[in-house]
């Protein structure tokens, strides 16, 4: 099977967060769909290995912040390519608290559920989760999956259910380029990257000029 025609479903780019006790965690996710109108239901596909996983299990609430085209990319780097077992994800990050449960500002707007139901794969928990409270953000147009791969030139995190290993080694390209060795974004810039100062930093994951590899 051609995995790759999976890109071809719609998806979106959120932030799922939830509390930790008292701390505020989350993750990134693409793998989120409305099931019902009346009452109001998504489910959300999140990988056993993410932390956000146990953490929304434990509180039986999370919340859904939608980015949006015009989103800093930088909040995908804080939220999809690091532990919330190692950082406080939310430092520095400007949200709101809504129902208690942290929402991006910097986002379309949210939805805060309470979980009514689970279902289990080998890999992932489905989370069934019923809409207690959601608002609109004044923003540019929602960022769909494409436009995240195509135009913010990012990858999957590994543990994202539309994740395509082949995407960790790129083929080769007859131009060479400087690729990202967290996250996988792919520097094309106007600037020879050898030109850049050393202060640059990937501007997904921002992780520092010397993860960068040239492909």
């Known amino acids: 099977m051609n995995k790759k025609i999976l890109r071809s479903l719609s998806y979106g780019v959120y932030v799922v967060s939830t509390l930790d006790g008292d701390r505020k965690t989350g993750c990134i996710a693409n ?7 009346s009452p109001a239901t998504i489910a959300v596909s999140m990988n056993h290995d993410n932390y956000t996983n146990s953490c929304m299990d434990k509180t039986g609430t999370f919340a859904v912040s939608i980015l949006s085209e015009e989103s800093d ?3 995908i780097g804080q939220f999809g390519f690091q532990s919330g077992r190692d950082v406080n994800k939310f430092d520095d990050v400007a949200h709101e608290m809504k129902s208690g449960m942290p929402v ?6 949210y ?10 794969t080998s890999s992932h928990t489905v989370f069934l989760g019923e809409i207690i409270d ?3 953000f004044e923003s540019a147009p929602a960022m769909s999956y494409a436009y995240y791969h195509n135009v913010v030139k990012g990858k ?3 543990n994202a259910p539309t994740y395509i290993a082949e995407e960790a080694a790129p083929a080769p390209q007859s131009n060479e380029k400087w690729v990202c060795g967290i996250c996988g974004y792919v520097y ?7 030109e850049l100062p050393d202060s640059y930093v990937c501007p997904i994951c921002k992780q520092s000029k010397d993860k960068f590899n040239k492909k």
């Open 31 to 37: 793998s989120i769909m409305q099931i019902t109108s």
């Open 111 to 120: 939805v805060v559920c309470k979980i009514i139901d689970r279902m289990e």
């Open 73 to 75: 990319p930088s909040i």
């Open 188 to 194: 094309d810039g106007e600037v020879p990257f050898e």
């Open 134 to 136: 959601g608002d609109v």
């Open 104 to 109: 991006i500002a910097d986002s379309c707007g």
């Open 156 to 158: 999957s995190p590994k």
